[in-house]
């Protein structure tokens, strides 16, 4: 998966369609740039995803994000059966853990 000149990592990528990749990479992006506005400094953010095989054809994924910048570190994890909704979650988490961040320095 390509992000362009954004500093996104991504791991142990899942096969996916082209609708499921370009929801998740649009997903991505704009979280990127929504911390970028906020960080004002380098960052990289580091993607991780698992599937667990549970009952046959239903697949749970897991999704670890870990957002990077001089001085904090800030990790989020979220699992789920649907991965744009559980991507969508752990952005979310990652965001709110980065303004809390933010907002006691």
Known sequence: MNFGTRKIEASD???L???EEQKLRAALEKSF?????????EMA???HFKQHEVEGQKTKHSIHLKLSFPGKT???SESGW???GVAQKALEALERETL???KKN
């Open 13 to 15: 990528l899942p096969d």
């Open 17 to 19: 369609d082209s609708f």
């Open 33 to 41: 740039d929504r911390l970028k506005a906020v960080v004002h400094n």
């Open 45 to 47: 953010l580091h993607v």
């Open 74 to 76: 800030i990790v989020s």
């Open 82 to 84: 649907i991965l744009p």
């Open 100 to 102: 809390k961040a933010l």
